[in-house]
């Protein structure tokens, strides 16, 4: 690990200043990722800011009726609030499928939305990443790409999200709040947040230089019956192959978002709304334009039997 500077914010404001100011400075919170990335030099910042004494780990109610989970919110205790389990289910069974206890107590709601890849190419650092190192190629396109992207990837990255929580924020149109250098605040809709491969795939957010997630806002409870399913190559403790977040009610309708197969969760309108017509007309609508590669063509077929397999836990539900 290389040498870095640190320092403890004391205002979300004036830790964006400290990040703008400081050429390769980064945030710390849980650092559940962060840390290892460093210990392996893929991540080699500067500088450290904690940002773990600024306050941002409330869950409070809006005043439309939903919730504002701050941005230090610890996955464990996310999960375990009566408000999400009772009305936001998705996003607590979400939580429960990803990593283990030890790490959920440490993980950060806004840490967990900026995750990195866990493509392997960018893991080892002898071999070509354009994420990792750009402009040096993407060892997976020509290589081992099993776990990697069916849909939205570029000639120049295939790697996935390799979140739970993000499917399941996405599926209940969660909004990022931000504080910039400046001190200016913005509102970035979840399915605005991330930026798709293109030719620049180490840019993976909106964020500009500085900018500091302080909440997540959920708008208020959608309804119906909520299911998670998640399906990798063991029972525990693996990343997702695809994963499903789920909303249905009792008529058909609903909203559905995939894990594991984009550079984001990834959901479509035209495909919500097909629900009504089961898993094969959702999954025609999701992975339309899909670019699989030969190793990781599957998932087509294995996100469709999720979906459907999601379906029939609602419809078990209901009963």
């Known amino acids: 690990m290389k040498a870095f500077g640190f320092e403890r914010a004391e205002t979300p404001a004036a830790a964006a200043s400290a990040a703008a100011r400081t050429p390769g400075a980064k945030f710390i919170a849980g650092g559940t ?84 890849t866990r493509c392997p190419y960018f893991y080892d650092t002898d071999q070509a990443c354009n994420k990792r190192l750009p402009g040096s190629g ?23 999200h390799p979140g739970d929580m993000a499917v399941a924020m996405r599926v209940l149109d969660a909004v990022v709040e931000t504080v910039g250098a400046d001190g200016d605040t913005r509102r970035i809709a979840l399915d605005a947040f991330y930026l798709p491969p293109g030719t620049t795939p180490q840019r993976e957010t909106v964020l500009q230089p500085g900018e500091l997630i302080t909440a997540v806002v959920l708008p208020p409870p959608p309804g119906g019956r909520h299911v998670y399913r998640k399906v990798r190559d063991r029972a525990s403790y693996a990343f997702a192959l695809v994963s499903v977040a789920l909303v249905v009610h009792s008529d058909g309708s609903g909203r559905v978002a995939v894990g594991g197969v984009a550079h984001m969760p990834w959901r479509s309108p035209a495909a919500d709304a097909e629900l009504p017509r089961g898993a094969s007309a959702v999954a025609a609508r999701l992975f339309e334009g899909a670019t699989p590669t030969d190793d990781n063509r599957f998932k087509l077929a294995l996100a469709e039997r999720t979906i459907a397999a999601a379906l029939a836990d609602a419809q078990e539900a209901r009963s």
């Open 33 to 116: 990722n962060l840390l290892d990335l460093m210990k392996l030099e893929i991540e080699t910042p500067a500088h450290l800011i904690d940002v773990n004494g600024l306050g941002l780990d409330t869950i409070m109610p809006t005043d439309d009726g939903g919730l504002r989970i701050g941005a230090l919110v610890r996955n464990t205790d996310l999960a375990a609030d009566a408000r999400v389990r009772r009305d936001y289910a998705v996003l607590s069974r979400a939580l429960l499928a990803g990593a283990s206890g030890q790490l959920r107590n440490q993980a950060t709601t806004a840490g967990n939305l900026l995750q990195r």
């Open 138 to 160: 993407c060892g997976a396109l020509d290589g081992y790409s099993r776990q990697l992207a069916v849909i939205g990837g570029s000639p120049q990255c295939i790697a996935t």
